[in-house]
């Protein structure tokens, strides 16, 4: 039985098309089974590899300021428009501290305007440490207040006037660079813990998840300690500290405290001046005790004396008399 060529050409052609959809079925199902094992590969991998990823600078602030200006970038290379290229602030971050010292021998007074002067600057009383004595009288006294940074300057001024000051110190320090490097700092860890639940909710294998999930909680500890510092420095720029320390002074006190005050002439003319009043001081107290016996004597004696002037004009008279006769 012969062949017709026609058949024949056809029946070539149905088996070569039967073996090219085979072909191309079989690369297709090769090349979804690499899409997917390359897709967890590259997942283990990213988890992996985050602990390098975007850290950010541990250098001082002006490397951070630096890099911050040059590329204002995530560990992508995305440019970040949100703020991570924000300028330095205007004015600076500085954190201003003062002591002062006085004595007052009243320290309720003392006390009452202390109070007044901070009220009048916005301020509040942070701490409060005070002994008495057994009267009731503050003995001394240490204040803790705090203040609108704006205020500080005037707020030192008014309180060395509460009372006598007995001294007083002030210091500034500056914290811009550490305000600015922790701000960059907070916000790159808040980026990168985006990045990192991204990976988790695309994560396939366990391996995988417990990977993500340890990057996620040391992030996370690290990102909630940048907050607190950040939130101590916010704190302590916007509030000045001045610590008040108020002591009683008493008169014994006020006195040697006021004669080492004087010069050297001034004292030895006052220790003179002493010295004759004390005298002065012990012939009156002889005089004041002699003055009662000499009151009952000058009242015995009186008569006594008047008898002896008596008898001796009777004796100067008798012989006159005698040669007259």
Not at 165 to 182: C, F, Y
Request: glycine share 8%.
């Amino acid at each position: 039985m012969k062949t017709s060529p026609t058949k024949f050409a056809v029946a070539l052609l149905a088996a070569g098309l039967i073996a090219l959809t085979g072909c191309s079925s079989g690369d297709s199902d090769s090349s979804d089974d690499s899409g997917s094992s390359g897709d967890t590969s590259r997942n283990a991998v990213a988890a992996d590899g985050l602990a390098a990823e975007d850290a950010p600078s541990e250098g001082d602030g002006e490397a951070t300021l630096k890099t911050q200006s040059d590329s204002g970038s995530d560990a992508g290379g995305t440019r970040d428009n949100g703020g991570a290229n924000r300028p330095a602030p205007a004015t600076k971050a500085m954190i201003n501290t003062g002591t002062v010292s006085l004595v007052s021998p009243d320290t309720e007074k003392a006390r009452f305007d202390l109070q007044k002067v901070v009220d009048s600057h916005g301020g509040t009383i942070a701490e409060e440490e005070t002994s008495t004595e057994d009267d009731g009288t503050i003995r001394r006294s240490r204040v803790v207040v705090r203040v609108p940074a704006r205020e500080f300057a005037d707020a030192m001024k008014e309180l060395k006037k509460v009372a006598e000051l007995t001294g007083s110190s002030q210091g500034s320090e500056d914290v811009t660079t550490q305000v600015i490097d922790t701000e960059v700092r907070v916000r790159a860890q808040e980026k990168s813990l985006k990045r990192i639940e991204l990976l988790l909710a695309r994560a396939e294998s366990i391996a995988d998840i417990v990977s993500i999930e340890a990057q996620l909680t040391s992030r996370q500890a690290e990102l909630d300690s940048l907050k607190s510092q950040q939130a101590y420095l916010e704190d302590q720029t916007s509030l000045s500290t001045i610590t008040v320390h108020l002591e009683h002074q008493t008169a014994a006190a006020a006195k040697e405290k006021k004669d080492d005050e004087h010069n050297a002439f001034v004292g030895g003319l006052l220790d003179g001046w002493h010295a004759l009043t004390g005298v002065g001081a012990g012939l009156a107290t002889v005089v004041g005790a002699l003055l009662p016996f000499a009151v009952v004597l000058g009242i015995l004696g009186y008569p006594v004396l008047v008898l002896a002037r008596r008898l001796r004009t009777r004796q100067r008279v008798a012989p006159q008399v005698a040669n007259a006769e």
